[in-house]
């Protein structure tokens, strides 16, 4: 353990991330709780429109260039000079990293600046979903930049295992297993379901996160064709951006195709999804691979049932026939044919796999099990106790 550096006060820790609403989204526990004390925290991201919310919760926050959808080793070298002079400017205490590009280039600058990092791993993505030369690339860079970080931390099993098996890890003792970043159960009250006096009731299936096709969104897409003629009191709601800074992403003009067929009803973005998932019968995400996916606790804490993919972080979440579904990914009838299921259960049995998914989240997921881990670690790398 290093000598203390001064109180709380003095301390200074840095989020990097290739989006300031995930730094947002995922982690303002950490963040209320380094801020309530004293801790000065900066947020490096590109710029969002959270990046107002960030600063209202007492963030600093600095806009990042990163180029999320590309390989060209011009913008990648950008990004890691400006990380290292960001690191060299501000000097902080430790940098947590987050996704692909500040997991590589961050590390590899915060190791140049010498500054103390911590890489969080909080999903596979495309590298481990495709069989590219990029994908094949970003391993390689991997193999290099995770022999810096401090520890390395994974969302779930599988994907340790993965780096593991892959040998992209330098210094095995280093990784760290997480299980999730949590969900504020106060926050994510549960929130009994609504009932339905008889079959024909409007029933709301919502698939809530970026609009990614790795996400499982045209398979949900077209499960919903084939479900509408049997079951035409179904609702099918997308909730998230569309077109981000992703190899994956689905554009506003495909949206706006299956809107005009009917098969979906688009919600938009939101800041705050609680009163949308309240409204919900059912929460689907058909990913292909996740960290810990953070909707899918927030809807177990609700008390939602899920239909979800038999994939690594989704399973992390979903235990099958207990709390939710799984069903196969990229598997446009093993969807279809969980969520009927979902639409042939009563009342009762979808409330009793609500509140099994709140028992399951607050006995894993909680939130400040999180934060404890952040503090013990910051602990651990300052001598400065939070």
């Not at 959808?69 to 290292?84: E, F, H, M």
């Not at 495709?130 to 860079?141: D, G, V, Y």
């Not at 688009?266 to 705050?272: C, K, N, P, S, V």
Request: with cysteine.
């Amino acid at each position: 353990m290093k000598q203390p550096i001064e109180p709380a006060s003095a301390l200074r820790i840095t989020l990097v991330c290739n989006t300031a609403f995930a730094i947002y989204t995922y982690r303002q526990g950490l963040i209320r709780t380094l801020v309530a004390r004293g801790v000065d925290v900066t947020v490096i991201a590109p710029r969002d429109r959270t990046f107002d919310l960030l600063q209202q919760m007492g963030c600093r926050c600095i806009e990042l260039h990163v180029a999320s959808k590309g390989t060209n080793p011009r913008d990648d070298l950008r990004t890691l000079w400006s990380l290292y002079r960001l690191y060299r400017e501000i000097r902080p205490h430790v940098v947590f990293h987050y996704t692909i590009k500040p997991n590589i280039y961050g590390t590899i600058a915060a190791k140049l600046a010498g500054v103390d990092s911590v890489a969080v791993t909080t999903g596979l993505g495309y590298v481990f979903i495709q069989k590219s030369r990029a994908a094949q690339i970003a391993k390689l860079m991997y193999r290099f930049a995770f022999r810096f970080p401090r520890e390395i931390w994974f969302l779930n099993k599988d994907d340790e295992a993965a780096f593991r098996d892959q040998q992209l890890l330098a210094h095995p003792e280093r990784a760290r297993l997480l299980h999730g970043e949590g969900v504020d159960l106060e926050q994510f009250s549960f929130t009994p379901l609504h009932r339905h006096e008889n079959r024909q009731d409007a029933f709301s299936f919502v698939l809530i996160g970026r609009l990614l096709w790795d996400k499982g969104v045209g398979e949900y897409v077209e499960a919903a064709r084939q479900l509408r003629a049997k079951y035409p009191h179904a609702r099918f709601q997308l909730l998230g951006p569309v077109g981000v800074d992703n190899p994956s992403a689905i554009s506003q003009a495909e949206v706006d195709t299956w809107v005009r067929e009917g098969v979906i009803d688009y919600l938009g973005e939101a800041h705050d999804v609680r009163p949308l998932i309240a409204a919900a019968d059912c929460v689907v995400l058909p990913s292909y691979r996740e960290g810990v996916p953070r909707t899918l606790m927030e809807a177990s804490a609700m008390g939602r049932p899920i239909v979800a993919t038999d994939v690594p972080g989704c399973r992390e979440v979903v235990a099958d026939g207990v709390n939710g579904l799984l069903c196969e990914a990229r598997n446009v009838d093993s969807l279809a044919a969980k969520l009927a299921q979902m639409l042939d259960m009563s009342d009762d049995e979808r409330r009793a796999m609500g509140e099994r998914g709140r028992e399951k989240v607050a006995r894993e997921f909680d939130e400040r099990v999180v934060v404890e881990r952040y503090k013990s670690l910051i602990l651990q790398l300052t001598g400065i106790s939070l």
